[in-house]
């Protein structure tokens, strides 16, 4: 007993015999190695291809969607009703193709379109020159991107990847 209360002492002074030292201000230093992304959650996608189907249902079109995170990851895809099966696929090359130039695909065919140095674009594998792909940002940064394909025309196609946001969280299909 007589050793535990020397020692209970001996602990607690020891603490008040420190001397405490103030921290130092270090500069911050920022890390070139590493930087931080905001990502679109499998949540996001569900919702992006709920309010695109209520613009097609609006339209009264069946549509494939692709929805890609902002590394070209396939988030989602989904087949439409009665859509032809090579939808599916014109929807993730959309998708891909709006997010790798960060530009709506329908944007991009009119530029290509109109200027010789660009025309050669759609010879590049995965880049498709069709209506219905939109790049979506948040706070100016491309986070991915939404396809749409079997909406019977271009604009239709357009219309429906454009409808695909969710503004109250900034997730905007333009900057």
Not at 28 to 54: C, G, H, P, W
Not at 58 to 72: C, E, M, T
Not at 76 to 87: A, E, M, S, Y
């Amino acid at each position: 007993m007589k050793y535990s209360i020397y020692l209970f002492v001996f602990i607690t002074s020891f603490g008040y015999s420190q001397k405490k030292v103030p921290e130092q201000l270090k500069p911050i230093q920022e890390n070139k190695y590493l930087s931080t992304v905001d990502l679109l959650t499998q949540d996001a996608a569900f919702e992006l291809m709920k309010r695109a189907n209520q613009e097609a249902q609006r339209l009264s079109k069946n549509v494939s969607i692709a929805i890609l995170d902002h590394s070209g990851t396939l988030v989602l895809l989904v087949k439409g009703d009665g859509v032809g099966p090579h939808n599916t696929e014109a929807a993730r090359r959309k998708a891909y193709t709006a997010l790798s130039t960060k530009t709506s695909t329908l944007m991009l065919l009119r530029n290509a379109e109109s200027n010789n140095d660009t025309k050669n674009l759609n010879t590049l594998p995965e880049l498709l020159l069709l209506s219905g792909g939109v790049p979506l940002w948040h706070n100016g940064i491309v986070i991915g991107s939404i396809g749409v394909a079997g909406g019977g025309s271009p604009e239709n196609d357009d219309a429906i990847a454009k409808s695909a946001s969710i503004p109250e969280f900034g997730i905007q299909p333009s900057n």
